[in-house]
């Protein structure tokens, strides 16, 4: 009867652990609406929503950047899962992290990874397993050509 | 106590613990990290001349625009339960700004009624003495009712040359 009981528990244990590092992953996923133009908004007079099924955005005009915030949720010790960018045209992106004190900015230029679906849409991942700055804030910045389009984007971190 | 008592004891703690970090972790990792290029002009889109992200890293707006202006920074609440009436704790929120920004920090009831116009307690002001951090709760000390169903949002006033990087929250259930 112990000897049950024991598998039972050891089972619950091995069954609670990966469960429990999953957990701690923190992931945010955006439609490409969130972002903005990168520059005063009253500047903006190319990037469209219309066409886009609500969750693009789109640049009609010449060759310019949005910026795409993240929300983090988790503030302090964590470390970065990975962040993507869905677009097409074109569209190139790197990822942004500032300190509160804007003394330290990183930015990860080339994501590590590009998936292209049939349709030529591009699914870029950048800062696998990359570190973050405590209580620092990310966003995506991205250069947009005539007609790219960025689709989405997202955020997952894992606290300590 | 034989070596099994003792293995099933190890193992019991460990499941007890392992259910326990996983049931208190949606409150216990509340906390919110906003870049300022969530914030927004106080007014049409087409006429704000004024806040650009342009040499903030992506991250933070300034005011370039020759006049001081208002900016509104969305908070996005994540403790929010309207069906049961519960209401909850901002344990901080503060945003960190320079050149002479001043924020409020707005709680506006449901449906609209008058909001709930708070003034930050506390500055920290950061190595290079312009940059500071305006803090309007301070952890255990100071908590703030946020009444259910409200939302929330910083309102800052920025001088020409001002700027604003980022804003954060901490949110509880009411014990």
């Not at chain 1, 960018?85 to 080339?110: E, F, K, M, P, W």
């Not at chain 2, 216990?28 to 990290?33: E, G, L």
Request: aromatic residues 10%.
């Amino acid at each position: 009867m112990t000897h049950r009981i024991l598998q039972l528990l050891v089972a619950a244990a091995v069954v609670a652990v990966p469960s429990l590092a999953s957990a701690n992953d923190v992931s945010t996923g955006y439609p490409g609406t969130r972002c903005k133009y990168y520059g005063v908004q009253g500047g903006d007079g190319q990037f469209h929503l219309s066409g886009q099924q609500a969750n693009g955005i789109k640049n009609l005009g010449a060759t310019a950047y949005l910026v795409c915030p993240i929300i983090r949720e988790v503030m302090n010790e964590a470390r970065v899962v990975f962040a993507y960018a869905n677009v097409s045209g074109g569209v190139t992106c790197g990822l942004y992290q500032r300190s509160a004190d804007a003394s330290n900015t990183i930015h990860i230029d080339d994501p590590s990874s590009t998936t292209t679906s049939s349709n030529g849409a591009q699914h870029l991942v950048y800062g696998n397993g990359g570190g973050l700055i405590s209580d620092g804030s990310y966003a995506f910045y991205c250069r947009v050509p005539t007609n790219g389009v960025v689709l989405g984007y997202g955020f997952s971190e894992n606290a300590y | 106590m034989t070596i099994h008592g003792k293995t099933m004891l190890a193992l019991c703690a460990l499941v007890v613990g392992s259910s326990s970090v996983m049931a208190g972790r949606a409150f216990a990792t509340d906390n919110t990290v906003y870049p300022a290029t969530e914030c927004r002009f106080y007014g049409p889109n087409a006429d704000d001349t004024y806040f650009d992200p342009n040499g903030m890293g992506a991250n933070g707006l300034h005011n370039n625009g020759g006049a001081a202006k208002y900016a509104v920074c969305p908070i996005v609440r994540k403790v929010f339960d309207s069906r049961t009436g519960v209401a909850t704790l901002f344990e901080e929120a503060s945003i960190q700004i320079s050149g002479g920004t001043t924020c409020m920090l707005y709680i506006r009831p449901w449906d609209g009624g008058g909001a709930d116009i708070l003034s930050n307690d506390g500055t920290y002001n950061y190595a290079d003495g312009n940059h500071k951090n305006l803090k309007f709760f301070t952890g255990d000390e100071v908590t703030r009712d946020i009444p259910p169903g409200a939302s929330a949002a910083f309102y800052c006033l920025v001088p020409n040359g001002g700027a604003i990087y980022s804003y954060k929250t901490s949110e509880g259930k009411k014990p």
